[in-house]
């Protein structure tokens, strides 16, 4: 078995950026709109509420009137080194992918045993407590098949659409072309930001925009030190949300501060921290 | 074999050993994982042929563009366009799930009805469209014949121009009724300020784009203010590349850590109601600091500095008034803020090239203050930033065609001359032509109702009118209510007569001027798949029961159907020449464009002209260059006027007919003379005894959630938080302080109440909350709809204390005295 996909051919990830992201939550319903998820009467119950994209609410935890909340748009990591739902999956229904870096999930070998959705850090995964979608309403008229509905008792997650590459390929394949370009595959939640805060691409790929953020010095990933490679970045030049994007001990977490990155000289100065 | 502890140990050692060498356990595990899966109700949606169309999306009036995927003749899902102007690719998580509002077939109306059980119940029996027009139009013949039309009313939610609202006004006029009100808006608040400080009826156009600082002041630029596709994309791309060399600032005046508080670059929290103080003492340090722009105040403006009138009394002016009484330290004491932060912020606002003070409460589907508008507008003049670049652009309106003139006949005139329930447009509130808050006190005061019969359009004022269930109570008196919604909301089920629109995937509709937008834009949208139902476009509804009543109210309605009534204004854009009905998105239509160098259109006729407006779904000026200043401002003077002239004739007008003393308390006024007509401060009434009711309550608004007359889509649910909604408990956001001092934790229970009411909610602890307010979140609390929607916490807008607001008389929703008591 290979180690990581560096040999690959595509590694596919998104950049997202705290400062633009207005955490209106178009991209859930983007993402629940896009992927055919249940909709349940209460959805106040988050732990059986499915959210493939799910908006987490951080805030910085200073008094009025010096407060600011913010939000971590979370999909699916799509770790790239030893996801830890693959690594327990009995069944194999989940599994990285080399050559697009997509953690899949295939419903039908899922035996609903919970257990990849204990072992994901991010909470990226859902199990089907309940049949999909509430019968006799009519709203199954919305349902596209791209996706497959889900049944009771499998758990589902985050596929980065992969339906959407594969239609953006067939595309190509219909011109004649065996590469999608760069913006011909995005996910619904990329397509959907009002504030054009999400940037998805080919990680592999050094003419692709995310491949030129993720190494900016602004740039993080969540629970960076567990080692499982994200390949979910997030991008904010507030030194309070890059320090909650993981568990820091006091004295731990160490801000950025005039860093260069390419060309561009950047700095927190005057970032909104002084602001 | 003797069964022996080794035989046995090595017997199920060597069984274990074995299975794992077969395939078994795998293929069981996956034979149960199918068998498990194999449910006959596990929808299989159909394929077919994937096309896309495009259109306008008309929730609310902002007008994005959107893109709808079908499946044959299934719409399987909603996207933003990236070839319409007013949002280059997103919309809002609303429009977003649009769809489960065409689909869910509990929350609509599928055909005609009346009411079968007790009003509220939502009990209808189908009848037919025949039917439904018969009874309607009976009843109406008969009020006309017994001579009094007028207790023919109209509540009507669509935006004010579209052309679905000029027929209905066109319909009640045509009636005989002078009752028509709307349930207000912020852009009522901008028409009105507009009107008195620069002569014209017409919306705000904010340069937002433009822009290198965005002072708002309480809009929600992040809670769905204006066209949140537009304000998003605009907020990308503020925040675009190099955070060292951002072009703009945005600042954002709140009491509450919003999304857009917290995300601006600077949050200023003054206390709710306080924010026209605070521009007034932003406007005393720039004065005071001589940061003003001086040429646009001595060229363009009036009232600016001290005047003596031609019969020899003295006035003061703006300059005076503000220095006198809005010092940092005054402002400091009314509004809360530290007088070092309004310097500075007065600092940023004047060293910026191209400042604009942006005024609104929240989202815009609720008024606002006069004066407060007033008071940024203020700030605005005094930089100049008026018809300039990034600031306040005073563009044409949209030049749509008059429909012909209406000939009423005797028994309708006689109607049109009876006074309007609402009391707008009388020297009491000169400048207000709808005041729904009056409309309600006046069924509601009077012990028979004097509307016999009520037409609700677009509008859920049973659930969105901050009056402290009011209008609820007005609904029980009122003897026949009609509602042509097309979803089972509120005041639908209180209705006796259901003649249901189709949704807005379904119809053709216009939008004209989306809020705050900065060029003129008349959108289009189009049936994206069939009716679903038996419904139908209430613009083709409203000609159909105008020719149902007959007489001369048919004959002023002259159009075969809804379509050509809108190309019969439309005519009015071709005339006028010069609007694009196609969007490149290479030139945004916020980039002024060098004389001659921009986009031409493409058409040569009228026909061409619709044609392209019904496949795009816009027609379009792109922003030009400054106008002249030529007769730019309409107002007495023929300048800006920070003191307004039309205030000083009106007081005058009303002082003539009953004592001046009477006129300003009639008009809500503290101030007297020129103070008066100018922006200035006046400490809303309390209304109730603050020792008894020690804490304010606020209702705030999310963009994730409906607060209007559309349903939230189910969709919805998933994005709040559950600090925010538990079950069947919404959560009062407080701050900690304040929740210590009354010994509340976290999720308990508690009641609101007021001294219009109670709600029970659980405590949210939220540092952002100012201390000594309860923000309740606008949007839940229906008790209407389906399992989705219903019984989901509880409705603000049921304990709001409304006073009302000098000179315009709109409710003041944001001063709700409250105190809590645990459960």
Redesign the interface.
Known sequence: MKKGNDHGKNKYGMVI?I??C?????C???C???N?VS?R??????ER???WMN?Y?I?N?????H????YFPRPCMHCDHHPPCVSVC??T?TKLDFNTGIVSQI??????CRYCQAACPYGARYFNWW???P?D?????????EV???????VEKCTFCHHRRMRAKTLAYAEDRREIEEGEYVTACT???????ITFGDLNNPEHEVSKLIKHPFTFRLLERIGTEPKVYYHS?RDWIRKLGDNFLPGEYTPVVNQTWAE?????????DE? | MKLTRRNFIAAVVGGIAGIQATPLPWKITDDVAIWTQNWPWVPVPPTGEFTEVSSVCNLCPGGCGIAVKKVDERAVKIEGRTDYPVNPGGICPVGMGGLQLLYDESLRFTGPMKRAGLRGAGEFTEISWGEAFDILAGRISNLRKKGTPEAIAAVDGNPEGTTVSVLIKRLMKAMGSPNYVRPLSITDTYRMGNLLMQGTLAPMAYDLENSDYVLSFGCGLLEGWGAPGRVMNAWGMWHDGNPAKRKTRIVQVESRASNTASKADMWVAPKPGTDGALALGLAHVIIKSGQYDSRFVADHSSGFDDWRSLEGTNHIGFKTLVLEKYSPEQVAKITGVNPKTIVSLAKGFANAKAPVAIYGKGKDSLNGSLYEFMAVQSLNALKGSINRSGGVLLPDPIPLSNLPPLEVDAIASEGLKRPRLDQAGTMRYPFTDSLINNFTDAINRNPKSPVDTLLVFSANPFFTLPDGGGFKNALEKVPFIVSFSPYRDETANMADLILPDCTYLEKIDDIVWPTGLQYPLYGLSKPVVEPLYNTRNTGDVVIELSRAIGESVGSGFPWENFEEALQARAKGLFDAGGGLVSYDPDAPAWQRQKAGNGPKPGYKSFDEMWEGIQSGGMWYRPVSSPKSWQGLFNTPSGKFEFCSKLIAQAIEHYSNKISKKAALKNMGLAAIDDEACMAHYQAPKAGADRSVYPLLMLPYEMINLASGWIPSPPFLYKTIFENQLLKDKSFAAINPKTAAKYHLEEGELVVVKSPAGEVEVRINLFEGAMPGIVYLPLGFGHTAYDEFLKGKGVNPNNIVQAGQDPISGYPVWWNTPVKLVKV
């Open positions: 950026d400062d633009k207005t955490g209106c939550g178009t859930m319903v983007a629940a709109a896009e055919n909709v009467a209460d959805q106040s119950d988050k509420t499915i959210t908006l609410k805030s935890g200073k008094e009025f009137p407060t600011e909340v913010s009995v069944s229904a419903y039908t070998r899922c035996i609903g049949d999909v979608f019968q309403k009519g709203m199954d008229r919305y349902l596209t098949p497959s509905p889900r049944m009771r008792g499998v397509e959907a930001c009002p504030a054009q805060a030049t561009e000289e950047w700095s927190t100065k005057p970032g909104r602001f």
